[in-house]
């Protein structure tokens, strides 16, 4: 059993390596999406600047009058930002492609927010290797495939892990060649291996359909979530939605900011669910940013008809509302955060020391032949 295993642990590596590679270095740059888009963009997230209320409408006039085919997902106030943020899809763009645009209200300006193009290529890149469907399935096998060389590699190491379970995080620099790689090779590989459990899990999540289905059946959630956690399959694709009074949305919004609601970040959804506006928000307390609060205006009545936070939500759907940033290391924080960033860059060292630990068998092995 071990010798199959060990074929299959560098069977998947040797030829997975450059897919691994990829998928890991650019999953690396997405760690820290929201830190870099905020650092291009200075003069729009900047907390000294006084920012002024903005109305929906307005704003949906301005980006009308710039992009007249666009159409706006949501407008969102951002305590870091000094101008309100709208995500607006173009013609001819994917749901998925669509970007975010800081609108100053004074001069009617719409400004695409910096980084937000390269971001998209990452994560296209990063899920579908910019292939479409082949694409993704690739990045789907990989992901299996990770998982399998993850446990795996557990698996050949369980003898020492037995035996010497903290000698097995050690590495010893006096060792050479073979011996050396070997050992630096496993004892990265255990101190990475929570991160690269958690990375692959949850990246299966949205590879089959059938671990999302699976994962949003055990969890009691009914609808499948979107990439994001807090957006829903669009229902009645390609029909012709239906003219919303914008002044729905302004009301809604007002109704919002004169509730009392302590928010830090507040996006306002531009669709309509009967005489309901929906709007999700993050507060000082929320346990990571995608812990979105729901709230439900009535734009008839002119009052919050629902209030459901995140924290009183089943375990199940707080899991699938957060698989982002369980993928991302977000979910425990800042630690979690760069412990994935570090171990998307370390599947380089793995990819390196696993194909000179081939090659140096290859040569063994040749040699072996040789004397023969």
């Not at 010497?164 to 004892?187: E, M, N, P, T, V």
């Not at 399959?233 to 919002?256: C, H, L, S, T, Y």
């Amino acid at each position: 059993m071990r010798k199959i295993w060990f074929q299959i642990h560098w069977f998947l590596g040797i030829f997975l390596f450059l897919f691994l590679s990829l998928a890991a270095l650019s999953g690396a740059v997405l760690s820290f999406e929201k830190e870099i888009i905020t650092a291009l963009n200075p003069k729009i997230y900047n907390k000294t600047e006084e920012k002024k209320p903005f109305v929906p409408s307005e704003i949906l006039e301005i980006i009308k009058q710039r992009y007249p085919k666009g159409r706006v997902m949501l407008i969102m106030e951002d305590k870091e930002a000094i101008f309100p943020i709208a995500r607006i899809m173009q013609p001819g763009q994917k749901g998925h492609e669509s970007m975010f645009y800081a609108i100053n209200p004074e001069i009617k300006e719409v400004t695409l927010l910096k980084g937000e193009k390269m971001f998209k290529f990452m994560d296209d890149f990063h899920r579908r290797l910019s292939a479409n469907v082949i694409g993704k399935e690739i990045v789907a096998f990989t992901t299996l495939a990770l998982l399998v060389l993850t446990l795996s590699g557990v698996y050949l190491y369980w003898g020492r892990l037995r035996h010497r379970f903290f000698a097995s995080f050690k590495i010893d620099f006096r060792k050479k060649g073979r011996a050396f790689l070997y050992q630096f090779h496993s004892a990265i590989g255990m101190w990475l291996l929570p991160w690269y459990l958690l990375m692959t899990l949850s990246g299966l999540y949205w590879s089959y359909g059938w671990v999302t289905n699976t994962f949003n059946f055990i969890a009691g959630v009914e609808v499948a979530m979107k990439h994001g956690g807090h957006g829903k399959k669009m229902q009645n694709k390609g029909k012709e939605e239906p003219q919303i009074p914008v002044q729905r949305f302004d009301e809604a919004w007002q109704v919002f900011v004169n509730s009392g609601i302590a928010y830090e970040k507040a996006m306002i959804m531009l669709f309509v669910k009967g005489k309901m506006v929906s709007i999700n928000y993050l507060d000082a307390t929320s346990s990571h940013p995608e812990a979105y609060n729901a709230v439900m205006v009535d734009t008839r009545e002119k009052k919050v008809a629902m209030h459901k936070k995140f924290e009183d939500l089943p375990l199940g759907e707080q899991l699938a509302k957060s698989m982002v940033v369980l993928h991302s290391g977000e979910y425990f924080g800042r630690v979690g955060q760069i412990s994935v960033f570090i171990a998307s860059l370390g599947m380089g060292v793995f990819v390196i020391t696993g194909w000179m630990l081939y090659l140096d068998r290859r040569k063994k092995k040749k040699r072996k032949m040789e004397k023969i």
